[in-house]
């Protein structure tokens, strides 16, 4: 008789993040929201920009001709290295895709899911030689191998 609850929301909320990785463009609606909320906040008036437009702001004002250009590559605090593939479908939000899953993406010679996982096999994260990489279809898979290598060492 009805649709079953949970199958309908699941499938609305994945199609929401489809929709906010993309970056879809605000629509007319919701920028009108915004202008509204902005207004009625005191503290919003005048230019004050988030912290990810400001990031943005001084990566574009760096470019390539800028001073500070490091040739697209971040080192993460994580120890990833990221490179700027702005044009990358799963990049985040100032355009980066982490170096090591571009790796295996163009050693199977496709996008990886946002679901799989890149691991490290000698645990070094910016060592992204293929040899050094291994693709796990889901976090939990990731998890488990990790699981499974500490068993082996305090055996
Ligand atoms: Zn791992």
């Given at each position: 008789m009805s649709?079953?609850k949970?199958f309908?929301h699941?499938?609305t909320?994945?199609?929401?993040?489809?929709?906010?990785?993309i970056g879809?463009?605000?629509?007319?609606?919701?920028?009108e929201?915004?202008?509204?909320?902005?207004?009625?906040?005191?503290?919003?008036?005048?230019?004050?920009?988030?912290?990810?437009?400001?990031k943005?702001?001084s990566?574009?004002?760096?470019?390539?001709?800028?001073?500070?250009?490091?040739?697209?590559?971040?080192?993460?605090?994580?120890?990833?290295?990221?490179?700027?593939?702005?044009?990358?479908?799963?990049?985040?939000?100032?355009?980066?895709?982490?170096?090591h899953?571009?790796v295996?993406?163009?050693?199977l010679?496709?996008?990886l899911?946002?679901?799989?996982?890149?691991?490290?096999?000698?645990?070094?994260r910016?060592d992204?030689?293929?040899?050094?990489?291994?693709?796990?279809?889901?976090?939990?898979?990731?998890?488990?191998?990790?699981?499974?290598?500490?068993?082996?060492?305090?055996?």
């Amino acid at each position: 008789m009805s649709i079953p609850k949970g199958f309908h929301h699941s499938k609305t909320a994945i199609e929401k993040m489809r929709l906010a990785k993309i970056g879809h463009a605000v629509n007319v609606e919701t920028r009108e929201k915004l202008r509204l909320a902005s207004m009625g906040n005191k503290n919003m008036l005048g230019h004050h920009p988030t912290e990810v437009t400001r990031k943005k702001m001084s990566l574009a004002k760096q470019g390539p001709k800028g001073p500070n250009w490091k040739g697209g590559i971040n080192h993460t605090h994580l120890g990833y290295i990221e490179r700027l593939c702005p044009n990358h479908p799963n990049a985040n939000s100032l355009g980066y895709v982490s170096e090591h899953r571009l790796v295996m993406e163009s050693h199977l010679g496709r996008t990886l899911l946002p679901t799989e996982v890149v691991h490290h096999i000698n645990g070094i994260r910016d060592d992204n030689r293929i040899e050094n990489l291994m693709l796990f279809s889901t976090r939990g898979d990731h998890a488990f191998h990790h699981m499974k290598q500490r068993g082996k060492i305090s055996q």
